[in-house]
């Protein structure tokens, strides 16, 4: 699994664990308004998903990870009307 | 009389019936339930309007009654006292009585004003026992409450009772390695989550703890309760769980929204699986067509073939879909057995708590309709014979109440019903001396008879160990008839018993039975078809594994002397000596038999027809089933076969 950080948009990829979070956290601090790129994601941790609920970055892309997708993500407000 | 009219109040009737006693059900264990209160008001209410259409006055007159005691404690001036809510049981079981008279005799008989006038009287004054009737506060925890509301919508859709579940993962969760979203996604059927901060709002992005989990996740799952435990067992303690009755639910929420369902004649949907099959067998005909355009223009048997592949699929997803209608959940199937319980309880003068689980399995309508009458019989049985007096009991240390218990689990292919009583179990040395008395068996066999095989004997025809003949078992039928019954179901029984213990008895039945798997088997030029559910194994041996015993043969399989039986033989023609020897395990009486075959052919799934014309008569074959190539096979019933 990696975080990286390019320009505004973070990428999340492959197996999110425990520890990814705190690099995305630095990552939206250093600059809110970054976006979130989970496509290349193909399984996101409670401590990811926590993060994203409780901060509610902008979000964009599909991870591979069925029921993040179907009932966590759609908590997660996708930023839209807030740019 | 409007017949329809009438057939129509026998299936809405028994279901307003059952859907009272649901909420009766919920009102026993919470008596300040608003939800089912209100609902067990409208199924009352609305029953009282059915019965007004029928020459049924003693029936409008009870439910009346019960409306009017329902409607005070809705109205909250008070609660309803365990006493009240057994007796508008009893009103209701005393109704669903009446409605099995009108559907037998078309009117009620002579005593039911009689009967109406005791319930209602009794009723009248409350007895001085009686609990102090003032308002209970509701069990149902706030958490569950909101959720409820919250949730009313996919509430109002559910199409079975749901479990609610709040799990509030410690702050330490992600230290431990915990994923509490990852075990939450393993909750099957999830018809609803939420996930709320722990602290009320989530932190602010430059406090927030990203290795402190802060999240309370509650949601509804279709899955049942015990099955929610055991995938949390690791973190029970932070875990809650309230069952939803999905209709009381439903009424508090509101919503308003009705299931479209369509009530459909069995006999059309017989029907429309027949004609399925028969299409099956035409599409069948294109293959030899194909092989004659090979020959003449490839294109063209190309063309045919692709055309051909399209029908076949859309036949196999036609003939998915009709097994789907078929299915129906065992629910309406049970819905008197409650009530039956507590009136052969009453008759013998036991005291039994009975419970029902798992009636929303869904199965094959057959096996739904072909089921009761044996399980019924079980019940009976363990009533009578299972469950002590209350005064024995006592004496045996137990709860003067015995405990019944149906559970009802699908597994694959298979319904699994389980019986279970505490009552005082089956001596198999008293099995085995009364099948002697009885000329079952002789005393030499009686001492070398295992217990389980001991215990199997109670199906045999003609025993019944009733020390005197009692008015609910005694009636002339024996355990025989429930093994009759399964038999015919093509299911299986086992059955397990401890002395003073109790004892279990296990129905496995076939879940779905518009096609059978069924395996062929050749003797010579001739083939035929056993249901694989009638085969507990095939092996082959080498013939000189055959021991002579007596007039027949014997093989040793898995340590154990199977008798060996030859189908040939047994179907009148001559003894095949093939090398080596087929052999078809199967089963009679529990015990392991083996019948030989030349060889075993494919392996088909194919719809069963009755036997008709003259094969109606041969008990040995249970129908004809029609092969892909169109050929019609004999599908033999091999308990009938070596009967």
Redo the contacts between chains.
Sequence with gaps: MSVRVVGETIFVEGIAQVADAEPILSALLEAPGRTVDIGGATGLHSATLQLFLALRPRIVGTPGDSFASRWVLPLVDTGEGQE | MDDELLEQFLIEGRDLVADAQAQLRILALDSGNKAAIDAAFRAVHTLKGSVGIFPMTPAERVLHFAEEVLDRSRKGTSALASAEIARLVAMLDQTDRWIDEMERAGALNGSAKAVADALVEENRSPAPDDEPTQSVPSTTPAWAAALIEREAGAIAQAQSALTAFRYA?DRE??FR??????L??KIPD?TA???F?AEGT??A??E?D??A???VIE?LSAASLPDLQLLFRLVSDQLDLHPIDTIAATVAGNTGEVASVLRVDAARIDRLAEGVGELAIAANAFAPIIARADALDTELAQAIRSAQAGLERAVGSIQRAVSAVRLVPLGPTLRRLPRLVREIATELGKAVDFTLTGEQAEVDKQIADGLFEPLLHLVRNALDHGIEAPELRRAANKAPAGKLDVAIVRQADEVVITLRDDGAGIDPDRIRSVAIARGLLDSEAATTLGDAAALRLIFEPGFSTAEKVSGVSGRGVGMDAVQSAVDRLRGRIEIDSRLGEGTTFRLRLPANALTTRLLLVEIGPDRYAVPFDQIRETVRVDSDRLVPVGTGWACVLRDRTVPVLDLATLLGGSNSARLPAHLLVTAVSGEPVAVRVDRFGERIDAMIRTPTGLLANMPSVAGTAVTGDGGVLLVLDLAEVMG
């Design positions: 993962p969760a992600f390695g915990d994923d509490p979203l990852g939450v996604a999830v989550l939420a996930i901060p989530w932190p992005a430059d927030f990203p290795f989990c802060q999240m949601g």
